[in-house]
C-alpha cells in the first residue's frame, strides 16, 4: 500500500530529468529517507547493512518546500541519523569513508562529521579533522562540526595541539580588540571594537569546552568506570580535577564545561558497549538532564550497555517522562526518551 501511494503520488519515479513539486517526480527519496527514519526510531541493529547501502547509493532529494520549491534534505540525512540513534559502531569505518569523500555534499558533510564522531573512539580521522578546524576556507558549520569531533576523540596530550591553536589564535585577537578600543578616537569606534573582543571571547569559551572534552579523553582513556566517576561531579570539581581554564567565567559557564565533560563521558561509555555494563547506574542518574546534548548521550549508552529488556531503565525513563511531561520547552527531549524508553522495553536480549 505505501509503494502502490508512493508511485501515485509521484514518489517513487526515476528521475533523470526534471524534478521537484511541479514534475512528476516530486520527491524520490522520500520514501527511504522515512523507511530510514524508522529504523532509527526502533534501533534496529539488524538493518545496518542495508543503512550503510543506502549510504553509498546516490542521494535522493526527499522534500520540497510546497511554497518556495527549495529541496530540502536527502535520503543520506536520514541514513546518518539513524545509524546514529542506532548508535551503530560497526558503521563508523564506512561513515568516516563517507565524510571524507570529496562528493560528499558540503550541506551533509557537517552531520557525517558528527555522526562519526558518535559511533567510532579511534583516533585515525584527527588530522583530518584537525586540518579543517584550522582552514579559513572550509564553510563554518564544517569547522564547527570538526572541532566538536575532535574534542569527542582526543586520548593523549600530544592530540591537543589544534584546540590550543585555535584558543590561542582567538585569545590573541580578542586581546588585539581591546587594546584598539583604548586608542580608539570615539565612542562609537571603541564599542565596536568592545564588541569585537567579545564575540572573540565567546570563540575562546568555544574552544575551550572543547578543550574540556579532550581533558576528560586523556584522563579515562578506556576506563569506563572513570567516566561514570565524572558524571556526579559538579563543576568547580571537574575544572579542578581535569586543570580546565576557569579565570573569571561566571556560574553558566562553569556550568558549560561541565555539559561538555559529561557528553563525552557518556558518548564514550556508550561506544563501549557491554564493557561498560557496570556504569548503567551512574548513566541512569543523570538521564534527567535538561540539556539535550547530555540527554543524548545517556540515551545512546543506556541502550548500548544495558541487558534488554531492561527494567530498571524503563522504570526510571517512566519517571522522567512523568516529572516532566508538563514542560513544553522538553517536548523534543521528552519524545526522544519514549523512543529509547520503548526499545528498552521490549527489545529481547
Avoid: W
Amino acid at each position: 500500500q505505501i509503494n502502490a501511494l508512493a508511485k501515485k503520488e509521484g514518489f517513487e519515479t526515476d528521475c533523470d530529468k526534471a524534478i521537484g513539486p511541479e514534475s512528476s517526480c516530486k520527491a524520490p527519496g522520500n520514501i527511504e529517507f522515512k523507511g530510514a527514519a524508522l529504523l532509527g526510531d526502533l534501533r534496529a541493529k539488524e538493518a545496518v547493512p542495508e543503512l550503510i547501502k543506502g549510504l553509498k547509493r546516490k542521494p535522493e532529494i526527499s522534500f520540497f518546500d510546497p511554497r518556495s520549491g527549495a529541496p530540502g534534505p536527502s535520503s543520506h540525512n536520514a541514513i546518518l541519523d539513524s545509524l546514529r540513534n542506532i548508535g551503530a559502531t560497526e558503521a563508523a569505518n564506512d561513515v568516516y569513508a563517507y565524510m571524507k569523500n570529496p562528493k560528499t555534499d558540503d550541506l551533509i558533510r557537517p552531520l557525517a562529521i558528527d555522526v562519526f564522531s558518535m559511533l567510532s573512539r579511534d583516533t585515525k580521522a584527527l588530522g583530518y579533522l584537525g586540518k579543517l578546524v584550522k582552514d579559513d576556507e572550509q564553510e563554518e558549520p564544517i569547522r564547527r562540526a570538526a572541532a566538536l569531533a575532535y574534542a569527542r576523540l582526543v586520548k593523549s596530550n600530544k592530540q591537543l595541539g589544534p584546540l590550543q591553536y585555535m584558543i590561542d589564535r582567538y585569545q590573541k585577537e580578542a586581546d588585539s580588540k581591546r587594546a584598539a578600543a583604548s586608542k580608539a578616537k570615539s565612542k562609537d569606534e571603541k564599542a565596536n571594537f568592545e564588541d569585537q573582543a567579545l564575540g572573540y571571547d565567546a570563540l575562546v569559551r568555544f574552544f575551550n569546552e572543547h578543550m574540556a572534552r579532550a581533558k576528560t579523553g586523556i584522563k579515562c582513556g578506556d576506563k569506563a568506570e572513570c567516566y561514570a566517576g565524572l558524571l556526579s561531579k559538579d563543576a568547580d570539581a571537574l575544572i579542578k580535577e581535569l586543570g580546565l581554564k576557569a579565570d573569571g567565567l561566571k556560574k553558566a559557564q562553569k556550568e558549560n564545561l561541565k555539559i561538555a565533560v559529561s557528553e563525552r563521558a557518556l558518548l564514550d561509555i556508550g561506544k563501549m558497549g557491554k564493557k561498560a555494563a557496570g556504569t548503567l547506574d551512574a548513566v541512569l542518574l543523570v538521564a534527567e538532564t535538561q540539556e539535550r546534548i547530555v540527554r543524548q548521550g545517556a540515551l545512546l549508552a543506556m541502550q548500548s550497555i544495558s541487558e534488554k529488556p531492561c527494567k530498571k531503565c524503563v522504570e526510571r525513563l517512566d519517571e522522567i517522562i512523568a516529572a516532566q511531561a508538563d514542560q513544553s520547552t522538553l517536548a523534543a527531549l521528552t519524545h526522544d526518551t519514549k523512543v529509547v524508553r520503548n526499545y528498552l522495553d521490549r527489545a529481547a536480549k
